[in-house]
């Protein structure tokens, strides 16, 4: 059952304009783990992948009805990158939900979409 589904657009210059005059907003928006991949690009695919990163995190505040604040911030919701280079959201990691995530990039704008499915921990295939 679907728990709820989160959007967010975010424009590239908007965030390489905030970067530009706070470099410390890598470590408001990144996790230690996110950081790390962060460091392996440079120029305009570091601004790309930072706004992905935002805009997916985004994506995950609004799909779970929280939003950021109190609950929940930008550093307790991680989006790493499979092999094969597939976004996957791990934390916050909920037995009782899996989390599916898209992000996409065009010259100008970010975006993501994330899916939270309730999990019915009863069934043995969602175990």
Do not use: C
């Not at 959007?7 to 470590?27: A, G």
């Not at 989006?79 to 009782?96: A, E, I, S």
Request: aromatic share 8%.
């Amino acid at each position: 059952m679907i728990k709820g589904v989160g959007l967010d657009m975010i424009d590239l210059d908007r965030v390489k304009q905030v970067l530009e005059k706070n470099p410390r907003f890598v470590e408001r928006i990144l996790t230690t783990e996110e950081q790390k991949l962060f460091a392996k690009y440079s120029g305009s695919r570091q601004v790309e992948f930072l706004a992905g990163r935002f805009s997916a995190k985004e994506a995950y505040a609004k799909a779970n009805g929280t939003g950021f604040g109190k609950e929940l911030s930008f550093t307790d919701v991680e989006v790493l990158t499979l092999p094969n280079g597939r976004p996957v959201l791990t934390q916050p990691k909920r037995l009782d939900e899996r989390v599916f995530v898209s992000i996409t990039h065009t010259g100008r704008s970010a975006a993501a979409q994330v899916i939270i499915e309730e999990v019915d921990r009863r069934r043995k295939e969602w175990q």
